[in-house]
Every structure is written in structure tokens, then in C-alpha cells.
């Protein structure tokens, strides 16, 4: 029997890329396009009547962000696969994304197979990111400031993931640490912040101006 294939869905301004990436990804038997939108907003209506596994979408939009539809994705079809197809290569943009559900980001410049490894990643239950993406995610930030209870810059990265929801598990993949790595520091950080548990860190740290 037949394995039904994986349908996927692309959000882009551009019909050029669509089409291109259309060809690309027909090479491989495992996926089935089922269309190719250029507004946000139609591919939204598109998934009200019809779901789809995983969608490649553009940040810049003509209507409305991607950020701000990768939201409105997950409020409506909460499994299905987000990977950001953009430009990009802000961090910010990047943890926008995350932030609002996103399992992964993609550089438009990546290579057929780096694409198709990133989808297969993330249908896996992954965070994926195109190798160009993987190095910006690994530089620690810069630490302009002096942090409140002399924080590490690592542990204001980690601060500001737990606020965008996600468990250690997930910052552990994110940032190419172990999990005992990122305990660790989640434990200095409610011990550095006198901090009963997460919810009194967030508190904390939102007054003091650390999100």
C-alpha cells in the first residue's frame, strides 16, 4: 500500500519562487503541493476549508505579516508544520517566528536538499534551520548592557525563550545545548532573580525590564 503523501503549501509574493520551488520539490515523490498563495490572507481562507501538513512561508507579505499569519496558522490547525521561507536573516525575525510557533526557518538561498532535509526535520517533531540559520541561532548575543543580577548573555537569551513558551527541551535544540546545559541555567536564572518558579521570574523580569 501506498504511502499518502505529505501536502505542503506555498506563501509567497514572488509567483517566480513559488514556481521554482513547485518544480523543485515535485522532484521529490514524497510530497504533494497543493497550492501556492501570494497573500496571506488566501492562503488562511485556503485552510479553513482544506488542511494542509506543512507550510513554507514568506515573512514579508503584501496583506499582513507572515509573523502575525504563522500565529493565525496555528490558531486554526495547530499541527500544522510552519517553516519560515524568507530572506531574512534577522534574529529578531527569527525569534518573532519561534516566538508565534514557528517549527523552523529557511533561507531562500538554500539548496534543494537543505530545504527538503529541513521539512523531513520538522515533520519529525524538530526545530529546523537551514544551515545559514543554525549560525546566526549559535552566536551567543552581544551584551550591550550589564543585566540586572548580573545575568550572563546566555542566560538573557535563555530568559527571553522560556517567555516565548518554550520547555527545555526546546531551547536545548534551538541553541545547540544539552538539556542538562539549559537546566542548569534556568536554575541560576530563578536563584539570580529570587524567583519562586517561572511564572515569578517572568513577573520579574518584565518589571525590570529584561523582555
Sequence with gaps: MLQPKTTVAIVDDH???IEGLI???HKTSTF????GFTSGQEFISALKLRPVKIVLLDIILPDISGIDICKEIKTI????VVLAF???????????MLA???????LKDAPIDEIVNCINMALNGHIAFSKAISEIISKPLSDDNQGIANLTVREKEILKLIATGLNTNGIAELLFLSKFTVENHRKNLLQKMKAKNVAD???IATQEGLL
Design 15 to 17: 509567483p517566480i519562487i
Design 201 to 203: 521570574l517572568m513577573r
Design 77 to 80: 490547525a495547530p499541527d500544522t
Design 23 to 25: 518544480k523543485l520539490l
Design 86 to 96: 524568507s530572506n531574512h536573516q534577522e534574529r529578531s525575525a527569527i525569534m518573532k
Design 100 to 106: 508565534n510557533g514557528a517549527n523552523g526557518y529557511i
Design 32 to 35: 504533494e503541493i497543493v497550492g
